[in-house]
């Protein structure tokens, strides 16, 4: 089993910054790539970015390239995604995922991921 734990969720104004902390424990060598996931009110799922934990490879959605991004501490078992420049149409809940098995999903795909966090609120005013 793997678990996560996201921190740093919270209320800033527009063009400030935050940075989430997704802090994995349990199996955490049996899993192979992180991702950042967010929920808006009424909305669905939207992919934010990945982290692969073999070759560090990562990608962003194209509403945060630029803005955000992904990094590890693999001493600490957590990985991180860094807000910048952050406007209202972020605000949402930010979910860290785990793959830890082999599918036919691709990592921008909420079902590539089998263990979630509880999610961490991220609003930012006008």
């Known amino acids: 089993q793997v678990q996560l734990e996201e921190f740093g969720g919270g209320l800033v104004q527009a063009g400030g910054s935050l940075t989430l902390s997704c802090v994995v424990s349990?199996?955490?060598?049996?899993?192979?790539?992180i991702g950042w996931f967010r929920q808006a009110p009424g909305k669905d799922f939207e992919f934010v970015a990945y982290?692969?934990?073999?070759?560090?490879?990562?990608d962003y959605a194209d509403s945060v390239k630029g803005r955000f991004t992904i990094s590890r501490d693999n001493a600490e078992n957590t990985v991180y995604l860094h807000l910048n420049d952050l406007k209202p149409e972020d605000t949402a809940i930010y979910y860290c995922?785990?793959?830890?098995?082999?599918?036919?999903?691709?990592?921008?795909?909420?079902?590539?991921?089998?263990?979630w966090g509880q999610g961490t609120q991220v609003t930012v005013s006008s």
């Open positions: 982290l692969m934990r073999g070759d560090g490879s990562t």
């Open positions: 349990g199996r955490t060598f049996s899993t192979y790539a």
């Open positions: 995922a785990a793959g830890s098995e082999e599918n036919s999903y691709s990592n921008y795909e909420t079902s590539r991921y089998n263990y």
